[in-house]
């Protein structure tokens, strides 16, 4: 069944510095992913959806990427702030049920 | 708008002890979901629901009970509470069953 993976290691970058997180996903190409933000004792809050058929799709200081042939999303923060530091949390339909399935989160630190 | 409400954010339970968490929400979804999420293991779907009176196992559902009896409010039981329940739970909402989700904040339950 489908399956999400993330780089489970945090990343540390610098204030400023483009941040860029993959999620990659095992098995056929889902119809979109979901790219949600969660920070510490809070609930996931949804950021971006990208279609299989788009490959960028970008909102203000955010933009991510679609590959097929890679079977990968990249998302990409530019111009970072240490108040982007949270767990980024990607997403799309799998499992038995194919309801929204999660990658672990990858937690992004900025540091200023 | 509240958007979506859960209650308690924080519970101790004995083990056998039995609970229900509460969730509401204000934007009139028809889609609703309950998930549990562990450190280093994701956000697992628990059970979910499609409208009133329809409810559906997710990916873990042994253990827990849930009921719909209104488009509002979907809360999640525990019958006999086990270690293994130690999680934090989020209930989320979505317009459709493809599109973002609505999360609440949470409840942290431990059962000793």
């Known amino acids: 069944s489908q399956k999400i993976e993330q780089n489970s290691e945090a990343l540390n970058i610098q204030e400023g510095k483009t941040a860029t997180l993959t999620c990659n996903y095992t098995?056929?190409?889902?119809?979109?992913l979901q790219w949600y933000r969660q920070d510490p004792g809070r609930g996931p809050v949804f950021l971006l959806l990208i279609r299989e058929n788009e490959k960028e799709k970008r909102k203000e200081r955010l933009k991510v990427t679609f590959d097929t042939t890679l079977k990968q999303s990249l998302f990409h923060i530019t111009a970072s702030q240490p108040a982007d530091s949270a767990t980024y949390l990607c997403?799309?339909?799998?499992?038995?049920?194919?309801?929204?399935?999660f990658g672990t989160g990858t937690l992004l630190a900025v540091q200023p | 708008n509240a958007g979506v409400t859960q209650t308690p954010k924080f519970r101790i339970l004995k083990i056998g002890q039995s609970m229900t968490l509460q969730c509401a929400q204000d934007?009139?979804?028809?889609?609703m979901y309950w998930y549990r999420q562990d450190p280093g293991m994701g956000l697992k779907l628990i059970y979910y629901s499609v409208g009133a009176g329809i409810t559906d196992k997710g990916e873990v559902p042994n253990g827990y009970n849930v009921s719909r009896s209104t488009t509002e409010d979907f809360p999640l039981r525990l019958e006999l509470a086990a270690p293994s329940q130690t999680s934090v739970y989020f209930c989320?909402?979505?317009?459709?069953?493809?599109?973002?989700?609505?999360f609440g904040e949470g409840s942290r339950l431990t059962v000793l």
């Open positions: 997403a799309t339909l799998g499992g038995a049920t194919n309801k929204l399935i």
């Open positions: 989320a909402s979505s317009i459709q069953g493809t599109g973002e989700l609505f």
């Open positions: 934007m009139n979804h028809n889609y």
């Open positions: 098995n056929y190409s889902p119809a979109y």
